[in-house]
Nanobody, 124 residues
Framework: QVQLVESGGGLVQAGGSLRLSCAAS????????MGWHRQAPGKQRELVAA???????NYADSVKGRFTISRDNAKNTMYLQMNSLKSEDTAVYYC??????????????????WGQGTQVTVSS
């Protein structure tokens, strides 16, 4: 079993900062790409930022220059540093990871996992 657990959400004033964490645990062989997504009320889930196992990053235009994604491969943990927060950043933030697990003694399978989400609320 593999679990992703997010933490670090909360209530912050506009212009403030928050740091989200996503820790992966369980029978993990290795973690491929990871990403943060968010879903605001009445809107579709959208990709916020993504990072490859080698550290290459990609951001949604709406967060470029304000958010920074990073990961600590030794700890199987990913982070999202969010600065200059705006009311439109209010959403439930979910972490996502593509993880190799042993499906048998000799076979690896790449599965997609999601965390349970953490609420970020930015007050204006």
């Amino acid at each position: 079993q593999v679990q992703l657990v997010e933490s670090g959400g909360g209530l912050v004033q506009a212009g403030g900062s928050l740091r989200l964490s996503c820790a992966a645990s369980g029978k993990i062989f290795s973690i491929n790409a990871m990403g943060w997504h968010r879903q605001a009320p009445g809107k579709q889930r959208e990709l916020v930022a993504a990072i490859t196992s080698g550290g290459r990053t990609n951001y949604a235009d709406s967060v470029k220059g304000r958010f920074t994604i990073s990961r600590d491969n030794a700890k199987n943990t990913m982070y999202l540093q969010m600065n200059s927060l705006k009311s439109e950043d209010t959403a439930v933030y979910y972490c996502n990871a593509a993880i190799f697990v042993h499906s048998s003694e000799v076979t690896l399978t790449l599965n997609d996992y999601w965390g349970q989400g953490t609420q970020v609320t930015v007050s204006s």
